[in-house]
């Protein structure tokens, strides 16, 4: 019903915002971490996984010494 239809519309919408700050982190000219309290890297750019030579997945996987 209507609301299925305004949740599917809330889901298109944070999917386009998601996919337009992924962009904007994937393309900017300096390496950005997003962590946890418990310093666990939960994101990485590009950029940030050249400096450390890792992927970013290889990044989050690792747990803080």
Same mark, same amino acid.
Request: aromatic share 12%; net charge negative; proline share 0%.
């Given at each position: 019903g209507q609301k299925?239809?305004?949740r599917?519309? =809330?889901t298109?919408?944070?999917l386009a915002s998601k996919r337009h700050v992924e962009i904007i982190l994937?393309?900017?000219?300096?390496?950005?971490?997003?962590?946890?309290? =418990?310093?666990m890297?939960?994101?990485a750019n590009p950029l940030a996984a050249v400096?450390?030579?890792q992927q970013d997945e290889e990044?989050?996987?690792?747990?803080p010494a």
């Open positions: 299925d239809v305004y599917r519309q =809330e298109q919408e944070l994937g393309n900017i000219s300096d390496g950005i971490l997003e962590c946890t309290t =418990e310093a890297i939960v994101y400096f450390f030579r990044m989050r996987a690792r747990s």
